[in-house]
């Protein structure tokens, strides 16, 4: 099995904050990596998909690279509509997501 | 649009077996560019994934589920289906059903979520 480390755990940031999550794969995946953002009781939304490419529709300010084990995901600008919990989730075999990264505003 | 949309008994007792079922709208499940799969979170925590069917056939599961995980398709009901047997309290969550690209592994349409409470 693959295992996925996300951090931090929790995160506390300013707008206008350049935020940055990273995610360690437990063996090689490639590029094979998404990145989701969960709001309370929402379903997840899909944002960044095979490591670096921006979904449709997602802002410009979200952006994701890394291949192989390290991986970063970034928020260039903090916006108050971006408080949520972010995952990511590797698909190089089968399907695992990190354990999350809540985020909130300080 | 697509839409899914999962339903099923939200209270089922230690040791049955819990049913859900999904329906898709707005797209075609027969689509032989997408898997469809079935994703769980317990409370204040993070999303597992359970398994996946893919309309020409075959299923891929959870190692950690695999031998309580059923998961098939219903092509004339434009439906999935979750069968997770022997439930304990650590089976309580909340399931999603999800669409996932079949090239590059994404979900990228999820349904809204249901609940599923695992108590006698």
């Known amino acids: 099995d693959i295992q996925m480390t996300q951090s931090p755990s929790s995160l506390s940031a300013s707008v206008g904050d350049r935020v940055t999550i990273t995610c360690q794969a437990s063996q090689d995946i490639n590029t094979y990596l998404n990145w989701y953002q969960q709001k309370p009781g929402k379903a997840p939304k899909l944002l960044i998909y095979d490591a670096s490419n921006l979904e449709t529709g997602v802002p410009s300010r979200f952006s994701g690279s890394g291949s192989g084990t390290d991986f970063t995901f970034t928020i260039s600008s903090l916006q108050p509509e971006d408080i949520a919990t972010y995952y990511c989730q590797q698909f190089e075999n089968l399907y695992t997501f990190g354990q999350g990264t809540k985020l909130e505003i300080k | 649009q697509v839409q899914l949309q999962e339903s099923g008994p939200g209270l089922v007792k230690p040791s049955q077996t819990l049913s859900l079922t999904c329906t898709v709208s707005?797209?075609?499940?027969?689509?032989?560019?997408?898997?469809w799969s079935w994703i769980r979170q317990p409370a204040g925590k993070g999303l597992e994934w359970i398994g996946r069917v893919y309309i020409r056939g075959g299923t891929n599961y959870n190692p950690s589920l695999k031998s309580r995980v059923t998961i098939s398709v219903d092509t004339s009901k434009s439906q999935l289906s979750l069968r997770l047997s022997s439930v304990t309290a650590a089976d309580t969550a909340v399931y999603y059903c999800?669409?996932?690209?079949?090239?590059?592994?994404?979900?990228?349409?999820w349904g809204q979520g249901t609940l599923v409470t695992v108590s006698s």
């Open positions: 999800a669409r996932v690209r079949r090239v590059a592994g994404e979900f990228d349409y």
């Open positions: 707005g797209g075609s499940i027969r689509s032989e560019s997408y898997y």
